[in-house]
């Protein structure tokens, strides 16, 4: 089992900056990825943003240039350093977790964090 802890998330002007932190602890061996995806009311979570324990990162179209997510391996914690917020980027922002099983990649879940960005 593993359990991500997110924090970093409130209330910022347009245009202003916030980083997300995501701290994961448990069984903590075949780590495959983390990342960060995204919530509104009434529709489904999105990806935002997800690194892979090599390095190499992926990002959604609507905040490239802008979002930059981060790792540190050996802390077993993730950032998503978000610049230039936009209102549109509004959401509760979800902290996940990739882990190699037999059966596949496990995606594990933390518990969310309000993002609020006022125009």
């Known amino acids: 089992q593993v359990q991500l802890v997110e924090s970093g998330g409130g209330l910022v002007q347009a245009g202003g900056s916030l980083r997300l932190s995501c701290a994961a602890s448990g069984s903590m061996n075949r780590i495959n990825d983390m990342g960060w995806y995204r919530q509104t009311p009434g529709n489904q979570r999105e990806l935002v943003a997800v690194i892979f324990s090599g390095g190499f990162a992926n990002y959604a179209d609507f905040v490239k240039g802008r979002f930059t997510i981060s790792r540190d391996n050996a802390k077993n914690t993730v950032w998503l350093q978000m610049n230039s917020l936009k209102p549109e980027n509004t959401a509760v922002y979800y902290c996940?977790?990739?882990?190699?099983?037999?059966?596949?990649?496990?995606?594990?879940w933390g518990q969310g964090t309000q993002v609020t960005v006022s125009s």
């Open positions: 996940n977790l990739g882990q190699k099983t037999k059966m596949g990649r496990y995606g594990y």
